[in-house]
C-alpha cells in the first residue's frame, strides 16, 4: 500500500533500486544531491543535474519537463553519502511561471522498478519559491527511509544549494540554468489545449511524460490525458480510433522488484537468472552544434537504465515531439483559416466596401496575411521536421532487433536472446504533415492486448483499392511477420506459436512458420482441429488462474507448457461453431494476464450474423491493417495516425534466416 506522506513524516525503502517519479503543472527542473549525516554536499561533484545527469547509483533527466522519471539505486551510491536530496526548481529566463504559488502542486512518487508505488507526496502550500528540496532519501542505522521535506526557496536554486552549504552555489546553479535553457531552444512547441467544443485553444498543453526531452515552457492548460503512446507508465501504443485504449503495465526492469542488488560499485544490469552481458553504458552526450544550429542528435539520448531503455523512451520522445509540432502547425492554420473568414465577412458586411477597389483590396489583403501566417507556420513545421529526421537517421540504425525494421542491418548478425525486451516492433506511424519521418511503433511487452489483422476490403491511406481476396492473403502474411518477430525477440523455449486455419486456405502465407519447425504443431484444419487447439489453451488457461488464485503458482500440472502463447487465427468465423466462437473471446479476455495471446486475421463483416455478440472480441483486440491506414489515434492530441505493418523486402530471405536461427534454439533447448 502506497504511503502518503505529509510535510515532515518519513517511510522506510523495503528496496534500494528505486525511481523517483515527478509530475509537475509546468516543465521543471530536476536535480538531486548527495550530501553526508548533516546534509553537508561536499562539491559540485556530488550534485546530479542536467548538465551532469549521472552519479554513482543516481540518475536525472537532462532537460526540463512536465514529468521526470530519477532513477536510484541507494546500494551503488557512495558510503559518506547519507541524505539523497531531491530538488526541484522552475527554468529562469523562459516563459513560463516565476513561483510554484502560479502552478498546480507538484506531486512526487518513489516508485519500486516494477511501478508499484512506496511514498507519494504532494508539495502543496508553495508560494514565491522558485526552488524546492521535494523529498530526501536518508540512511539510518544501515537502512534507507524516504522524508517528504517540502522546503522551498524563493531565491532558487542558489539560496537551496548555500543553504547545503554548496561552494560556488551561485556559478552551480546558473551552469544548471545554461543547460536547461540549451534544451528548451531544441523543443519544439507544446500542442493547443482542446476546449469542450473541440476548437483548439490558444493555450499550449504540456505533455504527460517525455522523457529526457525539453518542454515547451508554456504552463500547462487544461488536464493531461493519463495514458498516452509515448509514456512508459501507461498505455503500450497508440490508440485505435474507432475503439477503447490499450491498457498497458509498468515494465519491470530487468530482474524483477525482488531480485537483490548489488552490493556497492556500478549497477549490475544483467538478469539474475540468466547468462548474458550488461547492456552497453550510456551513449555520449551529443557533440557540440554549431552557433545557431540545434544539438546534434544522438542515440540513446534519453533516460534509462540500459541502451535499449534509452533508446525505447527516445523513439517515443520522437513520437511526442512530431505529434507536438504538428499539433501546433495545425493550430497555426486554423487561426489564420479562422482570421481570413473573419476578415472577409468585415469586408463584405459593408455595403460601402462590398464591391469596387475597396472590397477587392481589403480582399487581397485577408489573402495575403493568412498566406503569410500559414507560411511562417509550414517553416516552423519543416524546421522541427527536420531535427527529428536527423535524430531519425541515428536512432534507426542503433536499434536493436526488436525495435529494428526488416531492412536494418542488425538482423545480419541475430541471435536467439536470452532476455526478453521491453518492446516489440509492429510498424511504423506518421502524419501526412510529415511525410518524410516514420516513427517506430513500439508495444511493451508481454502483450497486453492480443492483436486483430483487419482483412476486410480497404482503402489504404494512398487511396489504391484493395479487394477482399488480396487482403485476406496480405492479412495472413502480416500476421506471420508479427509472429516471427515475437518469436526472434524472445529467448527460446519462451514463446510458443499455434496456427488454426480450418479451410488450409492460408498454406503458402504460413510456409516460412511451417517449413522452418518454429510451430508447436502442424495448422489445426477443420472443426476437429480448431476445437482441439481451443480447447487445450483454455484449459491452459483455467489451470494458471486456479494456481495464481490459490496462491500456487508452481503447483501447475507436469509438463505444462509455461512459455507465452500466441495462436493465430485466420480465416474467422469460417470453420467455427458457437462453441468455438465462445472459447475465442474466452482466451481474449482472460488468455493475455496468463500469457495466451489472439492474433486474428479476420474481416468483421464476416461475422456479422452474429450481431453484438463478438463487439467485445473486436474491441479487446489492437486492430492493425496490412496496408497503410491512417486508423490509429493517440490519446494525447488526437491525431489520426496513419499505421504501416512491417515489410520483408523484396526477395529477402532474412525472415526464414532468423527463424532458422530460432528453430536451432527451441531444438537444442528442448534436448
Known amino acids: 500500500m502506497t504511503a502518503e506522506l505529509t510535510r515532515g513524516q518519513n517511510h ?3 528496496r534500494a533500486r528505486l525511481e523517483i517519479r515527478v509530475s509537475a503543472g509546468t516543465p521543471v527542473v530536476a536535480a538531486a544531491t548527495l550530501g553526508d549525516e548533516n546534509g553537508t554536499v561536499h562539491g ?8 551532469a545527469p549521472v552519479l554513482p547509483g543516481l540518475e536525472v533527466s537532462r532537460q526540463a519537463a512536465a514529468a521526470h522519471r530519477l532513477a536510484a539505486d541507494l546500494d551503488a551510491v557512495p558510503d559518506a553519502v547519507h541524505r539523497v536530496s531531491v530538488l526541484l526548481a522552475l527554468p529562469v529566463g523562459g516563459r513560463g511561471p516565476a513561483r510554484f504559488g502560479a502552478v498546480a502542486a507538484p506531486f512526487v512518487a518513489v516508485t519500486g522498478l516494477d511501478g508499484e508505488e512506496v511514498a507519494s507526496y504532494t508539495l502543496t502550500g508553495l508560494e514565491s519559491e522558485s526552488a524546492v528540496v521535494a523529498l530526501e532519501l536518508y540512511r539510518r542505522h544501515g537502512a534507507w527511509k524516504v522524508r517528504a521535506v517540502g ?8 539560496e537551496l544549494f548555500t543553504d547545503q552549504k554548496l561552494p560556488e552555489a551561485d556559478r552551480l546553479a546558473g551552469s544548471i540554468h545554461e543547460a536547461v535553457a540549451r534544451g528548451l531552444a531544441r523543443s519544439v512547441p507544446a500542442p493547443p489545449a482542446r ?15 517525455r522523457p529526457d526531452r525539453g518542454a515547451a515552457p508554456q504552463a500547462a492548460a487544461g488536464p493531461v490525458p493519463a495514458a498516452s503512446p509515448y509514456d512508459t507508465e501507461g498505455a503500450s501504443g497508440p490508440q485505435p480510433a474507432d475503439g477503447p485504449g490499450q491498457h498497458g503495465a509498468p515494465h519491470p526492469y530487468p530482474g524483477g522488484p525482488d531480485d537483490p542488488a548489488p552490493a556497492g560499485g556500478p549497477v549490475d544490469y544483467s538478469h539474475p537468472r540468466r547468462q548474458s552481458a550488461a547492456p552497453p553504458p550510456p551513449a555520449p552526450s551529443a557533440p557540440p552544434a554549431e552557433p545557431g544550429q540545434p544539438a546534434r542528435p544522438v542515440a540513446g539520448d534519453a533516460t534509462g537504465w540500459s541502451m535499449e531503455e534509452r533508446l525505447y523512451n527516445q523513439v517515443w520522445g520522437m513520437f511526442e515531439d512530431l505529434a507536438r509540432t504538428t499539433a501546433a502547425y495545425r493550430s497555426a492554420v486554423d487561426f489564420a483559416d479562422s482570421r481570413r473568414e473573419k476578415e472577409l465577412d468585415q469586408a463584405l458586411s459593408d455595403p460601402r466596401t462590398r464591391i469596387g477597389g475597396q472590397g477587392d483590396a481589403a480582399r487581397e489583403a485577408a489573402r495575403t496575411r493568412y498566406g503569410r501566417l500559414v507560411s511562417q507556420a509550414r517553416e516552423a513545421l519543416d524546421r522541427d521536421v527536420a531535427q527529428l529526421v536527423a535524430e531519425a537517421e541515428v536512432v534507426e540504425p542503433a536499434l536493436p532487433a526488436a525495435y529494428a525494421r526488416w531492412d536494418n542491418p542488425v538482423w545480419h ?3 536467439v536472446p536470452m532476455e526478453i525486451p521491453m518492446a516489440v516492433r509492429l510498424g511504423d506511424l506518421h502524419l501526412p504533415e510529415a511525410d518524410r519521418i516514420r516513427i517506430p511503433m513500439l508495444v511493451r511487452l508481454p502483450l497486453e492486448r492480443g492483436l ?15 479487394d477482399s481476396h488480396e487482403m485476406r492473403g496480405l492479412g495472413l502474411r502480416t500476421a506471420v511477420a508479427h509472429a516471427a518477430r515475437l518469436l526472434a525477440v524472445y529467448p527460446a523455449g519462451e514463446f510458443t506459436v499455434h496456427v488454426i486455419d480450418p479451410a488450409g486456405a492460408g498454406t503458402e502465407a504460413l510456409a516460412p512458420l511451417v517449413q522452418t519447425g518454429v510451430l508447436s504443431a502442424p495448422p489445426a484444419l477443420g472443426a476437429a482441429g480448431t476445437a482441439d487447439v481451443l480447447g487445450r489453451l483454455t484449459e491452459r488457461v483455467d489451470l494458471v488462474q486456479m494456481a495464481l488464485r490459490g496462491g500456487a503458482p508452481d503447483a ?10 500466441l495462436l493465430i487465427v485466420n480465416d474467422f468465423p469460417h470453420g467455427f461453431d458457437d462453441r468455438a466462437v465462445n472459447q475465442l473471446r474466452y482466451l481474449a479476455d482472460e488468455g493475455p ?5 489472439l492474433m486474428m486475421v479476420a474481416d468483421r463483416e464476416d461475422s456479422a450474423g452474429y450481431g453484438p455478440l463478438l463487439d467485445p472480441l473486436w474491441r479487446s483486440l489492437l486492430r492493425l491493417t496490412p496496408v497503410p491506414e491512417d486508423h490509429l489515434a493517440d490519446p494525447w492530441v488526437g491525431h489520426a495516425w496513419t499505421y504501416e505493418p512491417p515489410v520483408v523486402p523484396s526477395g529477402s530471405q532474412v525472415l526464414q534466416q532468423v527463424l532458422a536461427q530460432v528453430a536451432a534454439a527451441r531444438r537444442s533447448w528442448g534436448r
Request: hydrophobic share 35%; charged share 15%; net charge negative.
Open 556 to 565: 501447475l500440472p507436469p509438463g505444462l507448457d509455461t512459455s507465452q502463447q
Open 44 to 51: 559540485v561533484e556530488r550534485v546530479a543535474h542536467p548538465g
Open 413 to 415: 548478425g541475430y541471435r
Open 151 to 158: 522546503q522551498g526557496y524563493a531565491g532558487g536554486l542558489a
Open 12 to 14: 522506510p525503502l523495503p
Open 593 to 597: 494476464a496468463v500469457g495466451v495471446h
Open 195 to 209: 476546449t469542450a467544443e473541440g476548437d483548439r485553444s490558444p493555450q499550449a498543453a504540456a505533455p504527460a511524460h
Open 452 to 466: 486483430w489483422i483487419d482483412s476486410g476490403r480497404s482503402a489504404s491511406a494512398d487511396g489504391a483499392v484493395t
